[in-house]
């Protein structure tokens, strides 16, 4: 989604430099429409990331690992 936007953008300014503003307004509003869209997807995804997390964690009753707990149950 990112790419998408991000190539929406490049065709933005090469359309702009080259005078043609109708097809540069065009894809700028592309870009930025995907861009919002791909941030909040991502949003989403990691809000729904740390609550599942939490969730699974809670239900097993486990705490978070440290990086040194493989050294400590020797």
Do not use: C, Q, Y
Request: hydrophobic share 55%.
């Amino acid at each position: 989604m990112l790419r998408w936007s991000l190539t929406f953008l490049i065709v933005a300014l090469v359309a702009g430099a080259l005078g043609l503003t109708g097809v540069a307004g065009t894809a700028a509003g592309i870009a930025k429409v995907l861009f919002f869209i791909a941030i909040g997807l991502f949003l989403i995804t990691a809000i729904a990331g740390l609550v599942a997390g939490n969730s699974i964690s809670r239900r097993l009753g486990s705490k978070p690992r440290s990086r040194d707990d493989h050294l400590t149950h020797r």
